[in-house]
């Protein structure tokens, strides 16, 4: 006979940012049960929360979620009132620089975040409860990370309706500029030299140009900020899209065919509360998508 988990007490939640992942992860977490307070310097974005059940107030505690753009993120609690006990993470969609800014201010407290999820829309017009439903979301397990604040922060993900992949900043930043940050930019010269082959190309534009540049619609400025943020990784990841396309067409249209409809199948795991064992999901390419007692519960590709 299996005995009951006991039941963890979840500490409310403040959201800092009601745009569209503020507001998101805010609603999405009032549906779940959570006690969730926000602030947002926009009014409109204070007042539709409010009306999605957010409790608008500068005094957080609990979960301290920065959901602003990621130059704000370094002074997103200025003005803020928050507990000194409450655990702090944000959505950034860069990972080092903020460890370098919060998590230098903020040391074992913080717990660095990044939601793979989100549209071209931006603003509180483009909150969505549903937005991170079946999505993955990086949680940072830093040497410095103090593991229960990071599983208080799991455990907020794990109600937005997302799954966990713990994952280094470092290691974050150099996945993403291959999947999400050369992306936007291919998306951005796609679109460019669209443009310049004239308005009968733009015309006949379908399906495939549509979502090869779906992304080039959002705003500028995040897209600049991204990129230049992760420098670096990015500027490694588009050599070697370049060095794909510089392979004969049928085995570089053959490779990725592959890669895109590969469909490894997934492993249910159970892994302890404990910083290596939770890294080598992530490495798995895994994730947590419950939290029990004295581990945590995922999948992994299969073999």
Do not use: Y
């Amino acid at each position: 006979m299996s005995l009951p988990v006991p039941t963890m007490a979840r500490p409310p939640v403040g959201v800092v940012g009601l745009g569209q992942l503020g507001g998101s992860l805010a609603a999405a977490l009032v549906a779940a049960g959570r006690e969730v307070r926000g602030w947002d310097v926009d009014p409109a974005a204070r007042e539709a929360a409010a009306a999605r059940g957010v409790r608008v107030t500068r005094e957080l505690a609990g979960v301290v979620v920065l959901a602003v753009p990621l130059p704000d993120t370094a002074a997103a609690l200025d003005g803020i009132d928050v507990d000194p006990a409450a655990t702090v993470t944000d959505v950034g969609s860069v990972k080092e620089p903020v460890l370098a800014t919060v998590g230098a201010a903020l040391g074992g407290r913080f717990v660095g975040g990044h939601p793979m999820a989100g549209t071209e829309r931006s603003g509180h017009a483009a909150t969505d409860p549903a937005l991170f439903r079946g999505a993955r979301w990086a949680l940072c397990l830093e040497p410095g990370t103090e593991l229960p604040r990071w599983l208080r922060a799991a455990e907020v993900v794990l109600d937005a309706g997302a799954e966990v992949v713990p994952v280094t900043a470092a290691e974050h930043d150099a996945a993403v500029a291959a999947v999400s940050h050369v992306p936007h930019l291919l998306a951005a010269a796609l679109a460019a030299a669209a443009g310049e082959a004239g308005p009968l190309a733009l015309a006949l534009a379908a399906g495939s140009f549509r979502d090869g540049t779906r992304v080039a619609g959002s705003d500028p400025a995040f897209v600049t900020a991204m990129v230049e943020g992760n420098a670096g990784p990015t500027a490694a990841a588009l050599d070697r899209v370049l060095a794909q396309l510089r392979r004969p067409w049928p085995e570089l249209v053959a490779a990725g065919h592959g890669v895109r409809t590969a469909d490894p199948g997934r492993r249910t795991v159970r892994v302890p509360l404990d910083r290596v064992a939770l890294l080598a999901l992530g490495r798995a390419g895994g994730a947590v998508t419950r939290r029990l007692a004295a581990f945590v519960e995922g999948w992994v590709p299969q073999p």
